[in-house]
């Protein structure tokens, strides 16, 4: 009895030892998820869901696709991964800006002129949620969710900013739409000269000048 549990055990402990072998060789040593994640994001942001392949993605990542999926899942998991990233760099550099001004309408002046900075570049790619707002949502509702919920979590960033009252944030929510309309309009071709004149408009509205 005691020699059949000790080779059970045995065959377990073998067992476990191929099993850590193969996960090992589907994975390579220097296999970086962040690193993974944003090579993807470029990707999707470029050239948008339909537009980029698992074979794309491979070849961004220097990973096979098995890879890939045991990380991030499917091609929709590793879009929905890709969106979070994008979102946790583009908040974290909104509220970097904003924090560099003491003054609300100056902070936001700021954070405008980089978003139509753009326009003057030859990349003009936009928002990446705006973009699967635009182009995802009606077909996925997880992708919807997942924009809606980091425009609400920018509304919040830009309430902080502003200090309102407002339990509705009103004013937050309206620089949102501001923000999310620059960025579709510097991908659309907008030029430069209207979208300063744009912003120099809104800034007054939104501050109540018209400086």
């Not at 993807?40 to 993605?57: A, C, M, P, R």
């Not at 929709?76 to 979070?84: E, K, M, N, Q, V």
């Not at 309102?164 to 960025?183: E, K, T």
Request: proline letters at 3%; aromatic letters at 10%; charged letters at 25%.
């Amino acid at each position: 009895m005691a020699s059949c549990a000790v080779s059970r055990i045995a065959l377990y402990v073998t067992d476990q030892s191929v099993n850590k072998k193969v996960r090992a060789m589907g994975r390579p040593k220097n296999f970086d998820p962040e690193t993974a994640i944003a090579a993807v994001k470029e990707l999707f942001w470029l050239q948008g869901y339909e537009g980029t392949s698992l074979h794309d993605i491979e070849l961004a990542t220097g990973l096979a696709k098995q890879s890939l999926y045991r990380e991030f899942g499917d091609k929709r998991g590793i879009y929905l991964a890709a969106l979070r990233h994008y979102e946790q760099h583009e908040a974290a550099e909104a509220a970097r800006v904003l924090a560099q001004h003491d003054n609300p309408r100056d902070a936001f002046a700021a954070l405008f002129a980089i978003v139509i900075a753009e326009a003057e570049s030859s990349h003009r790619r936009g928002c990446f949620l705006c973009n699967a707002g635009a182009d995802r949502t009606m077909i996925d509702p997880a992708i919807g969710t997942a924009v809606s919920d980091a425009m609400e979590r920018l509304a919040f960033t830009f309430a902080r900013k502003l200090d309102d009252a407002d339990p509705l944030l009103g004013r937050a929510r309206a620089l949102v739409a501001f923000y999310v309309g620059l960025r579709i309009s510097v991908r659309a071709g907008c030029a430069f000269d209207p979208l300063v004149a744009t912003v120099r408009h809104g800034i007054g509205v939104f501050f109540h000048d018209h400086k």
